[in-house]
C-alpha cells in the first residue's frame, strides 16, 4: 500500500471571513502553493492533486506542477464537511487507480511542513493505523493533515484505530490568523 500514497488538497474558492483565502500571497506565494511545496517535498507522498471549483486554484496547481480535479459546485457550499470533497476525489481517481492511503492537506494551513506529513503517514504504518490527524500544541485539531486508508474516507462513523501527531501548522480563518502567519512565515523559503 505504500506505494499509492496520494495527497489531495481540497480547496474551494468561497470564503466567508477572508475573500479568496487560499490564494492570498503570503512571503510571494499564494497559500496554497505552500502546502503543494510541502507536499511535494514529502518523502513518502507519490501523488498530489488540488480538489476546486475555482479556475484561478487549478490553474495556480497547474502551475506548481500538481494535477487537478474539478469539485462539482454541489460540494463546494458552506455547510458541506471536506470529507465529501475527499469522497469524491478518491471516486475520481478510482476509475483511473488503485488508491491506498490517502492525506487530506489543508490548503489553509501553509506553514504545514513534509516533515509533519512524512511524520502523520509514518505513524500510519508504525503503528498500524486507519487514520493519523494533526494537533497543534495545545491539542485541538488544527486540520492541517489527515492521512487515512481508503476504507477509513468512506466510513460513516470515527475510527477507533486512529492516532495524532502534534505540529505547528496554523489553520487560517480569519485576518488576525492572517497577520500572525505572515509574521510567522515572513522568512520561509519557498522551494
Given at each position: 500500500q505504500?506505494?499509492?500514497?496520494?495527497?489531495?488538497?481540497?480547496?474551494?474558492?468561497?470564503?466567508?471571513?477572508?475573500?479568496?483565502?487560499?490564494?492570498?500571497?503570503?512571503?510571494?506565494?499564494?497559500?496554497?502553493?505552500?502546502?503543494?511545496?510541502?507536499?511535494?517535498?514529502?518523502?513518502?507522498?507519490?501523488?498530489?492533486?488540488?480538489?476546486?471549483?475555482?479556475?484561478?486554484?487549478?490553474?495556480?496547481?497547474?502551475?506548481?506542477?500538481?494535477?487537478?480535479?474539478?469539485?462539482p459546485?454541489?460540494?463546494?457550499?458552506?455547510?458541506?464537511?471536506?470529507?465529501?470533497?475527499?469522497?469524491?476525489?478518491?471516486?475520481?481517481?478510482?476509475?483511473?487507480?488503485?488508491?491506498?492511503?490517502?492525506?487530506?492537506?489543508?490548503?489553509?494551513?501553509?506553514?504545514?511542513?513534509?516533515?509533519?506529513?512524512?511524520?502523520?503517514?509514518?505513524?500510519?504504518f508504525?503503528?498500524?493505523?486507519?487514520?493519523?490527524?494533526?494537533?497543534?500544541?495545545?491539542?485541538?485539531?488544527?486540520?492541517?493533515?489527515?492521512?487515512?486508508?481508503?476504507?477509513?474516507?468512506?466510513?460513516?462513523?470515527?475510527?477507533?484505530?486512529?492516532?495524532?501527531?502534534?505540529?505547528?501548522?496554523?489553520?487560517?480563518?480569519?485576518?488576525?490568523?492572517?497577520?500572525?502567519?505572515?509574521?510567522?512565515?515572513?522568512?520561509?523559503?519557498?522551494?
Open positions: 505504500k506505494k499509492n500514497i496520494i495527497a489531495i488538497i481540497p480547496a474551494r474558492s468561497g470564503s466567508k471571513r477572508i475573500r479568496n483565502k487560499n490564494i492570498i500571497k503570503i512571503n510571494g506565494q499564494p497559500m496554497i502553493s505552500w502546502t503543494i511545496n510541502a507536499a511535494k517535498n514529502s518523502k513518502l507522498i507519490n501523488q498530489i492533486y488540488v480538489s476546486s471549483d475555482s479556475k484561478k486554484i487549478l490553474e495556480i496547481a497547474k502551475k506548481n506542477n500538481v494535477k487537478t480535479i474539478l469539485r459546485l454541489d460540494i463546494c457550499k458552506d455547510n458541506v464537511p471536506k470529507i465529501e470533497a475527499i469522497r469524491h476525489a478518491v471516486k475520481f481517481l478510482e476509475k483511473k487507480q488503485k488508491v491506498g492511503v490517502i492525506v487530506s492537506l489543508q490548503a489553509n494551513s501553509p506553514n504545514v511542513t513534509a516533515v509533519d506529513i512524512d511524520n502523520c503517514i509514518s505513524d500510519l508504525l503503528k498500524k493505523k486507519k487514520e493519523v490527524i494533526s494537533l497543534d500544541r495545545k491539542l485541538n485539531q488544527n486540520a492541517a493533515i489527515r492521512v487515512m486508508t481508503k476504507e477509513t474516507v468512506f466510513n460513516e462513523y470515527l475510527s477507533t484505530y486512529f492516532s495524532c501527531t502534534i505540529n505547528d501548522a496554523m489553520d487560517i480563518h480569519d485576518k488576525k490568523d492572517l497577520n500572525k502567519i505572515k509574521k510567522i512565515m515572513k522568512d520561509y523559503v519557498f522551494k
